[in-house]
């Protein structure tokens, strides 16, 4: 059974930085395309960053030049750096597969950029 455990969330100041990580267990990770979201309170959950098997990347728009996804195929992670954090960045942040598969959610990882 695969499981997406995220981790690395926490409290921050405005323009502060945060590295999320994203431990998959199971032999999906290394074949799979694997994405970033984030849901905020009261807001549909949106795909922040993508990354396909062999390193591509895709941002959405409200990230560019901020956040950097990266993965470790050796150890089955995928990483999400956050720089210059923002309040509107304050949501949970999940990791799934691409394309999503309901089963792949995990608890997520609470994300808060506040002074």
């Known amino acids: 059974q695969v499981q997406l455990v995220e981790s690395g969330g926490g409290l921050v100041q405005p323009g502060g930085s945060l590295r999320l990580s994203c431990a998959a267990s199971?032999?999906?990770?290394?074949?799979?395309?694997m994405g970033w979201f984030r849901q905020a309170q009261g807001k549909e959950r949106e795909l922040v960053a993508g990354?396909?098997?062999?390193?591509?990347?895709n941002y959405a728009d409200s990230v560019k030049g901020r956040f950097t996804i990266s993965r470790d195929n050796r150890k089955n992670t995928v990483f999400l750096q956050m720089n210059s954090l923002k309040p509107e960045d304050t949501a949970v942040y999940y990791c799934?597969?691409?394309?999503?598969?309901?089963?792949?959610w995990g608890q997520g990882t609470q994300v808060t950029v506040s002074s």
């Open positions: 199971g032999s999906i990770f290394s074949i799979n395309a």
């Open positions: 799934n597969v691409i394309p999503v598969l309901r089963a792949y």
């Open positions: 990354i396909s098997s062999g390193g591509s990347t």
